[in-house]
């Protein structure tokens, strides 16, 4: 039974507003420690841009402990199995936990992973003391991740606002204690966020075993469900490795380009991570709706709540998009005293503060085809994108060419656009709206 437009909007901003806020954490742990960091110097910034990539390469490939265990989770409550919802997400915890642990085992490769982006040597010290500091903190995040999905399956997303407002309070606190007071630097700022991290994952893990109690839902961990859950995660992962790809790319092209152009890159590119999840909130909503639809069998109700969400992105990008360009002149100064890259960040904000319309119709349709469970389409386009992109992004080193202004010409238009493209496709079809449990 389909819902009426004015229901729908209660709906999606009940489950939208709060996962704004809790999706808003990781980026602000992004912008503060960039603004604390900045005031060290460009080098720093610069080695913390490197370090921030390759470790949100780590956690955004394993995005789907979150991304796969929401629709999951909202599926199976949809068919009024609340037991059965609980325990995917408990078996996602379990997974999160597994991969930490191995992730941890990477440390020794901290410095080798960084020194392949070719930067300056302080550049790359500074990145490796910052990535060998924060893997400790990865577990923690995938679990966080894990029990995020869990809630928001279950309709819930308030609580991880909870958890995330005070995991963002004690981050800042503590990297200007550790960065500042005691001197640390970059060191202090890697400690800070992992203590923040095990924090908020504390809390999580308390509160998935309260509902698992309340439903007398085993907590034992059970490895061939675990296998299961990884195995449905596997096209996810495909489809977060050709987003990480992209990413990491336009961060070695402007490594290429030099210390300016990856400073001001990495502002840019924490500032797009703030404008990405703001957006994302809208697909969480999404996700949590179409599968609590799709797994009552309701398609006309999933197809409204897509038609819903598209304008609301549509309509959030453009008053996102509106914010950054008047704030592009001034935001320099709160991210760096470098004054190269302060003159320097405007080109890309402008250009990334256009495309915000853009990336709210993307977002939103990525989070409805993630809630339906389409993930190998998602997988598949995900490649095509990133060979339509790349190209466009290596004529930032073609002699002669603006770097900085092809780099975020490319991204804006050219990767958000033919993900655009590929995901409006989809949308206007039936394929991808498949009803039930699984």
């Given at each position: 039974m389909r819902s009426k437009p004015d229901a729908l909007d209660r709906e999606i901003l009940r489950l939208a507003v709060p996962a704004l806020g809790a999706l808003m954490a990781e980026p602000a742990f992004l912008l503060v420690d960039t603004a604390l960091v900045g005031h060290l110097g460009a080098a720093e910034l610069a080695g913390v841009g490197i370090g921030v990539a390759v470790l949100s390469t780590a956690v955004g490939l394993l995005i789907f402990l979150a991304?796969?265990?929401?629709?999951?989770?909202?599926?199976?409550?949809?068919?009024?199995?609340?037991?059965?919802?609980?325990?995917?997400?408990i078996d996602g915890i379990w997974l999160a936990i597994v991969a930490g642990l191995v992730l941890v085992l990477a440390t020794p490769l901290a410095h080798p992973l960084v020194a392949l982006f070719g930067a300056a040597p302080e550049v790359t010290e500074h990145a490796a003391v910052y990535v060998r500091i924060s893997i400790l903190g990865l577990p923690a995040m995938l679990i966080v991740l894990a029990a995020t999905g869990l809630l928001r399956g279950l309709q819930d997303t308030r609580t991880p606002l909870v958890v995330a407002t005070a995991g963002f309070a004690a981050n800042a606190a503590l990297n200007a204690l550790l960065i500042y007071v005691a001197g640390l630097g970059v060191a202090g700022s890697a400690l800070g966020t992992v203590i923040a991290q095990w924090?908020?994952?504390?809390?999580?893990?308390?509160?998935?075993?309260?509902?698992?109690?309340?439903?007398?839902?085993?907590?034992?961990?059970?490895?061939?469900?675990?296998?299961?859950?990884?195995?449905?995660?596997?096209?996810?992962?495909?489809?977060?490795?050709?987003?990480?790809?992209?990413?990491?790319?336009?961060?070695?092209?402007?490594?290429?380009?030099?210390?300016?152009?990856?400073?001001?890159?990495?502002?840019?590119?924490?500032?797009?991570?703030?404008?990405?999840?703001?957006?994302?909130?809208?697909?969480?909503?999404?996700?949590?709706?179409?599968?609590?639809?799709?797994?009552?069998?309701?398609?006309?109700?999933?197809?409204?709540?897509?038609?819903?969400?598209?304008?609301?992105?549509?309509?959030?990008?453009?008053?996102?998009?509106?914010?950054?360009?008047?704030?592009?002149?001034?935001?320099?100064?709160?991210?760096?005293?470098?004054?190269?890259?302060?003159?320097?960040?405007?080109?890309?904000?402008?250009?990334?503060?256009?495309?915000?319309?853009?990336?709210?119709?993307?977002?939103?349709?990525?989070?409805?085809?993630?809630?339906?469970?389409?993930?190998?389409?998602?997988?598949?386009?995900?490649?095509?994108?990133?060979?339509?992109?790349?190209?466009?992004?290596l004529l930032a080193l073609v002699p002669g060419w603006p770097a900085l202004a092809t780099i975020w010409a490319a991204f804006s238009?050219?990767?958000?656009?033919?993900?655009?493209?590929?995901?409006?496709?989809?949308?206007?079809?039936?394929?991808?709206?498949?009803?039930?449990?699984?």
């Open positions: 991304y796969g265990t929401t629709p999951a989770v909202a599926r199976l409550l949809g068919a009024g199995d609340r037991p059965a919802a609980i325990r995917a997400g924090g908020m994952a504390a809390c999580f893990v308390w509160f998935a075993v309260r509902e698992a109690r309340r439903e007398g839902v085993s907590l034992a961990i059970h490895w061939g469900d675990l296998g299961r859950t990884a195995s449905t995660g596997g096209w996810l992962f495909v489809r977060t490795l050709s987003l990480r790809i992209g990413l990491l790319a336009t961060t070695v092209v402007a490594t290429q380009a030099g210390t300016v152009t990856l400073a001001t890159t990495q502002i840019a590119f924490t500032l797009f991570s703030t404008l990405a999840f703001a957006l994302d909130a809208l697909a969480i909503a999404g996700q949590a709706m179409l599968g609590k639809a799709l797994g009552a069998g309701d398609v006309a109700e999933a197809r409204a709540v897509t038609r819903r969400l598209q304008a609301w992105g549509v309509g959030f990008g453009c008053v996102v998009g509106a914010a950054l360009l008047a704030l592009a002149p001034v935001l320099g100064s709160v991210f760096t005293s470098d004054a190269a890259v302060r003159e320097a960040l405007p080109i890309a904000l402008v250009l990334l503060a256009v495309a915000q319309p853009i990336a709210g119709f993307v977002f939103v349709l990525d989070g409805v085809l993630i809630g339906a469970g389409d993930a190998r389409y998602l997988a598949w386009t995900g490649v095509l994108n990133v060979l339509v992109y790349l190209p466009l992004l238009f050219g990767y958000l656009g033919a993900r655009a493209v590929t995901l409006g496709l989809r949308a206007r079809g039936d394929a991808w709206l498949r009803v039930g449990r699984h």
